[in-house]
């Protein structure tokens, strides 16, 4: 089914709803209709019954989680769906209680995106541990600089008895360089 | 640490010779090297590809057997040598640092395909640790990505020499207060704490990479977004190919 056909027939069985095509996906213009154009997809004669993979992505201006469907039933398929959510409120309502393959998913782009799903069961960090702090595919996200001993090292190292030359330590005082304009 | 040659004070001509009549001069020490390089038992754990290189490497084809070190431990405690063989994760350093530490002395380790040397081709990732030899000791490095199964048996031959170069009375394992387990690592906020072991590692005088790239990296770069409602970009023409002159000797 081309997208334009299929946003007609959606528009038509989920009055209210606001869709808008954008490139060959459908974005869901509120992300609280999400569940309801989902549990649509899963229980009408459409019987779109598979959610292959849950993304986010960072544009700058707002976060986006895109969902890939297929219907193994009928074989048809691909139907992608597009939500787009603030920034400083990234918040989905998860799609867990319809399918349940997002339950990893979700966790992912929340660990990598910081986007939250309303209503997961779980979600925690799945890749980072416990206790990571930022989301580090968002593209503010600056990384550590892994050649650079920080106050809290030379502290863990004291604590373990490791030497630490004066250097070093002088070395740690001293703020990183950042280089702001790298790769332009 | 140089390779001394395990020189011995017997002659070689005669020991061939005695050899033919059936007799065997041998030091200690070469006994005991012999011993020991020919039953190299690796530790049984593969972090990513290159692990799978490594099984192949102890299958049919190659066989590792030749060597002596087919016999793959699943615990650190009965295996002499680690092959980290893979990318090393942040979240997976402190138990390879962990298990090295619960190995027996005598330990070799090798780092087997660029990531587990420095992070391969995932140096600039937030999760990835830039070379497992930040935290402990690495006997032989292994480039390639991932090295061909000959170029594990040749690492391990590296190795063989190494165990050939040491003697029973300088060996570290035998001298008093040796101290060869290393702090484990721990999960900061933003990454291992500490980055590194100066104790074992230390941030090259030069780094070509820093300059080139900044730190934090590319973070010029990575700041645009494509703008999706606008329409896709016209696929980029490809160049005709440019007309040339006719170059058969004919239409000189
Ligand atoms: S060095 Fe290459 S083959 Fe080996 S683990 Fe890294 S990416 Fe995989």
Redesign the pocket.
Known sequence: MKIEEFKTLLELKLPGIAFKQVRDSLLVENPSDLPKVAFFLKNSDLEIDYLSSVTGSDYLDYLESVYHLYSTTKKTGLITLRVRVKRDAPNVPSLVPIYRSAEFQEREAYDMYGIIYEGHPDLRRLFMWEGFEGFPMRKDYIQEDSEWLEPEDLEWLEKHQVPVTEEMKERAKTPRIIKKDAGE | MALAQNISTVDDGLKSELGKKGIVVTTLNELYNWGRRSSIWPMQFG???????MIATACARYDIARFGAELFRASPRQSDLMIV???VTKKMAPNVVRLYNQMAEPKYVIT??????AG???IDGVNVLRGIDRYIPVDVHLP????RPEALLYGLMELQKKIDGQTIETTEWYQKGLKREFPIPEYGPKGLIPKFNPEIWNPREEDHRRERYGQPILIGKKTKAPNLDAPPAAPRPVPAPAATAPTSPAAS
Do not use: K, Q, V
């Open positions: 972090l990513a590809c290159c692990a799978i290189e063989a893979g990318t087997m395909g660029a990531c587990a040397i391969g081709p995932f390639g990505c991932p090295p």
